[in-house]
């Protein structure tokens, strides 16, 4: 065996025997997105920060999803349904545009214009929506931008009737 497949061998035991350690925060079970398999979501994984609000980064057993926190305070999905024309709130927060769906605990956080859409859950109450946002920004910004939210006074006015 050449030496650097007994390295890559070598290197993903002592990767399986890491996750195996006792007291490792366990693997926190997400649905993948419906897209999940999208080329464009692995540009975003891949830029994913190691920690978000101060919570550190978690494995998670499916595609195209992460957590942070211990249990989870911010959990991410790309992949789901790219939102259309809605009259949610939506906020530009670094040049990305997010759909924001209060819920009760977790509110969700949706790219706008954007194909894959990604998904961020999170509470409110445990983490500030504005550094969750910015965190991520970076990441989520990886999916080109084709649309923009726009608010009524932006918005094209319907034609009059007659």
């Keep these: 065996m050449p030496a650097s497949s007994r390295a890559v061998t070598a290197l993903a035991i002592l990767a399986a025997l890491v996750v195996g350690l006792p007291g490792c925060a366990s693997v926190v079970d ?4 419906v897209d999940a ?8 994984m891949i830029a994913l920060p190691p920690t978000v609000a101060e919570n550190q ?4 057993n499916s595609q195209a999803t992460s957590a942070w926190g211990d249990p989870s305070k911010v959990v991410l999905r790309c992949g ?3 939102p259309g024309p809605t ?10 545009d ?3 769906r209060e819920g009760d605990p977790a509110w969700t956080a949706t790219t706008y214009g954007r194909d894959p859409a990604v998904e961020v859950l999170f509470d409110p109450e445990e983490v ?8 991520l920004g970076d990441a989520v910004s990886r ?13 094209t006015p319907a034609p009059a009737g007659g």
């Design 30 to 33: 997400v649905d993948p997105a």
């Design 37 to 44: 398999a999208n080329a464009r979501c692995a540009d975003v």
């Design 57 to 60: 980064q978690r494995a998670t």
């Design 80 to 82: 789901v349904d790219v």
């Design 87 to 96: 009259t949610d709130p939506c906020v530009t927060v670094n040049d990305v």
């Design 98 to 100: 997010w759909v924001l």
């Design 128 to 135: 500030a929506s504005s550094t969750v946002l910015v965190e």
């Design 143 to 155: 999916v080109e931008q084709a649309r923009a939210c726009v608010g009524l006074a932006d918005a």
